[in-house]
């Protein structure tokens, strides 16, 4: 699939992934954690934000939170469930925000719907906008793949990653360290590996 093909995929089934993921369960309270490691008015962007439910409306109010986000169907709603987050739509690979601006990225489910050539582009663009010292919040691959999984949530999507020791290695490239995993139940009932990184300039 290629970048519009996936944008449309998304616009298709974001009603239905709102639907059938649970807002709650141990990777939502990873975010509390994350919490616990900036300021109380840190500035929080969460990659691949979805309808908001998951991450930003587990975050502090008195945190800066932005959500982005290819779909705009996923931005609508998640204007209804955190209005007062701020929302943009754009690609991880060109993030529309300043250098050196953000305490901490979450990114849940995410990076994996991005072409797995293009990851190093995504965590550098991550290492660029946050500032030192910043903290990463994401899920860890469990596998090595690049497919179309075909019926899923009633659509189809792009499921991409070079595996787990792969992203680590990209994630130490792009200036990651500190780097922790916890393994945790994911939003559709299953488990998940997710990784706390923070960055050395």
Not at 62 to 84: C, F, K, T
Not at 92 to 97: A, H, Q, R, S, V
Not at 172 to 194: C, K
């Amino acid at each position: 699939m290629n970048r519009k093909a996936v944008h449309r995929a998304w616009e298709d089934v974001a009603e239905t992934y709102a639907q059938r993921r649970d807002p709650n369960g141990s990777d939502a309270d990873l975010v509390v954690d994350l919490q616990s490691m900036v300021d109380e008015d840190a500035t929080i962007l969460d990659v691949g934000c979805g309808d908001g439910a998951r991450t930003l409306d587990n975050l502090s109010e008195s945190s800066i939170n932005i959500g982005l986000d290819v779909a705009r169907q996923n931005l609508e709603l998640a204007r209804d469930i955190v209005p007062q987050a701020r929302l943009l739509q754009a690609e991880m690979t060109e993030l529309p925000i300043a250098s050196d601006s953000v305490d901490a990225i979450t990114a849940y489910h995410a990076v994996f719907h991005v072409p797995r050539s293009n990851h190093p582009d995504v965590f550098d663009e991550f290492t660029r906008v946050l500032r030192p010292g910043g903290t990463l919040l994401m899920t860890l691959p469990g596998g090595r793949y690049e497919t179309v999984r075909r019926g899923w949530m009633g659509g189809e999507m792009l499921f991409s990653t070079p595996g787990r020791d792969q992203t680590l290695t990209y994630l130490q490239d792009a200036g990651f360290d500190n780097i922790r995993t916890r393994q945790v139940t994911d939003p559709l009932g299953s488990s998940a590996e997710f990784v706390f990184a923070d960055l050395v300039k």
